[in-house]
């Protein structure tokens, strides 16, 4: 029989993305439905190392379903790269007495999962990033709001762009993973999609603008991934070699922020009664993931070695 769960620790760990708040939630809401104790662990591993716990009430995460960001902060530890700092972190958390671990992130945070279970901690991750480059699920908590934050914003730049008849190119975040740049590249009606995995040379960008030209059309939307190079040194290339005035625009951080849509909100709640059900379970070093619109699990490793390459089909429509 699995040993009784009491309390259990919740933290988000990487670059912060909208829904995280909604999962804290729903983290603490089921543990506590459950008779479990939470802790809330501030700035990710950090926390964890420099014993920065508070606990946690339903009513802390009261209003927060709504909102951007992470009530619990995030950071990237490097430290957590070095073996004596895991340990440390591990030995923090026995002697805070947690039983189980929900680390809510990206691949990083997986990895930092992996470890803290390898030396006795159960640990469950949950996906939270904007770029949804998690392969062993569908779907990141925070992707849908940025992307319509990213789509908000293009649809503005596109009225600018018909006014003045210009080239607008868009760089949008995801790091090496196009995903965002794929699907906000369909979603605002853009004329070319340029990602890491398809790093289409400027020559050929240029030639399908003035073919596109040619047809009659007078403004034109480029996306860019942010791996793929500089949105700056696109525009000025795509204004020498068509004539056609053009400007750049760096998205940035903005993608990572606003009040999470419904389908985040709904998501990260799911994700974080499921992880907390797995901690009940007695389960150790899983990740949830959405797989078809059903939750699922797999084992930490296993998903860090699979890999989600960019929707080809959606690319060549
Ligand atoms: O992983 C999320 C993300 O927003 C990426 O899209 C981007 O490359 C990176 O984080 C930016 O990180 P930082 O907030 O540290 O600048």
Do not use: W
């Not at 909208?18 to 506590?32: K, L, Q």
């Amino acid at each position: 029989m699995a040993k009784q769960v009491k309390t259990i620790g919740v933290l988000t760990s990487g670059g912060d993305a909208p829904g995280m708040n909604a999962a804290i939630r729903a983290v603490v809401r089921t543990a506590i439905s459950k008779g479990m104790k939470v802790k809330g662990i501030m700035r990710g591993y950090a926390g964890l190392l420099q014993e920065e716990i508070v606990d946690m009430s339903s009513t802390d995460v009261s209003n927060i379903i709504f909102r951007g960001g992470t009530i619990l902060y995030t950071a990237r530890c490097m430290e957590f790269y070095e073996a004596s700092y895991r340990e440390k972190a591990f030995h923090n958390a026995k002697e805070i007495g947690l039983d189980g671990l929900v680390v809510i992130g990206g691949d990083g945070s997986y990895r930092g999962a992996g470890y803290l279970s390898e030396l006795g901690l159960p640990c469950i991750g949950v996906p939270g990033t904007i770029d949804n480059d998690i392969a062993s699920t569908e779907y990141t908590i925070g992707y849908d709001t940025a992307m319509n934050t990213v789509v908000e914003c293009v649809d503005k730049l596109n009225n600018t762009c018909q006014s003045h008849e210009r080239c607008s190119v868009v760089e949008v975040m995801g790091r090496h993973a196009g995903h965002i740049a794929l699907n906000t590249g369909i979603a605002t009606g853009a004329v070319q999609i340029i990602t890491e995995e398809i790093p289409t040379p400027i020559d050929d960008v240029v030639e399908n603008i003035k073919k596109i030209r040619e047809s009659g059309k007078d403004h034109f939307i480029v996306i860019v991934s942010e791996g793929y190079g500089n949105p700056v040194e696109i525009a000025t290339q795509i204004q020498e070699k068509t004539g056609i005035d053009s400007r750049a625009t760096i998205l940035g951080h903005v993608q990572r922020g606003g009040n999470p849509t419904l389908k985040d909100r709904v998501n990260a709640t799911r994700m974080g009664y499921y992880a907390v059900k797995l901690l009940e379970e007695g389960k150790t070093n899983r990740v949830v993931a959405l797989q078809q619109g059903n939750l699922v699990d797999y084992d930490i490793q296993e998903a860090l070695r699979m890999k989600k390459p960019l929707d080809m089909d959606l690319y060549n429509m």
